[in-house]
């Protein structure tokens, strides 16, 4: 069935510098791919998504990469702040008529150090 | 504050009762979606539903049903209830069936069995 990867778990950076995280899937008709940024007490939201047809997209310092023939994607976020330490999740997911499951990755804690 | 309200935030109740989580989407969305998250888990996707359909299933147990009433509000009812049931569960809502937006997330209702 569909699956996420995601990795790393754990991430811990010094502020100023920059974090990557990756995540791969499965199935090969996932078309949106978004990224999750979850608080402590709070609910995910979402915080920058690229869709199937884009290799990259850019917001501020956050920015999504999508290699469809392998299959991954990407976020980097650039000059990290402390507020950056949360926990990420990407999802992968397609708009067919079949099913309809929005998969998430199994997170990775992001720690930024002052 | 993301539209979408669930509830009770806290609730903690003994193995082999059964309780009822309810989530009220943002005004105009038509998809809700139930998540598990365990304790240092990611996002366990259990079900969607658009507009009082049922459209996706999950990991879920049999032992857990929901349903989204012509309101569109949603709850999730979990029976039989395990230790490992102790989670956090989440509701998110979209306008779009599809899968290819931006989901909602609620706060979470934080379920604690002993």
């Known amino acids: 069935g569909e699956n996420v990867e995601q990795h790393p778990s754990t991430l811990s950076v010094q502020e100023g510098d920059s974090a990557v995280i990756k995540c791969t899937y499965s199935?090969?008709?996932?078309?949106?791919f978004p990224w999750y940024k979850q608080e402590l007490g709070k609910g995910p939201q979402l915080i920058i998504d690229i869709r199937s047809n884009v290799g990259e997209k850019k917001d501020q310092r956050i920015a999504v990469t999508l290699n469809k023939t392998a299959k991954h994607f990407s976020l980097h976020i650039t000059e990290t702040q402390p507020e950056d330490s949360a926990v990420y999740f990407c999802a992968a997911s397609k708009g067919t008529s079949g099913t309809y499951k929005y998969i998430f990755g199994t997170g990775t804690r992001l720690k930024v150090l002052a | 504050d993301s539209g979408v309200t669930q509830t009770p935030k806290h609730l903690i109740t003994a193995t082999g009762q059964r309780v009822t989580l309810r989530c009220s989407p943002r005004?105009?969305?038509?998809?809700v979606y139930w998540y598990q998250q365990s304790l240092d888990q990611g996002l366990q996707f259990l079900i969607q539903?658009?507009?009082?359909?049922?459209?996706a299933k999950g990991n879920i147990l049999e032992r857990f049903s929901a349903q989204q009433f012509p309101d569109l509000h949603s709850e999730l009812n979990l029976s039989s209830l395990e230790l490992g049931d102790s989670a956090l569960y989440f509701c998110a809502s979209s306008m779009s069936g599809w899968n290819t937006g931006e989901l909602f997330f609620g706060e979470g209702s934080r379920l604690t069995v002993l």
């Open positions: 005004s105009g969305d038509l998809s």
């Open positions: 199935d090969s008709a996932s078309n949106y």
């Open positions: 539903y658009y507009n009082g359909e049922e459209r």
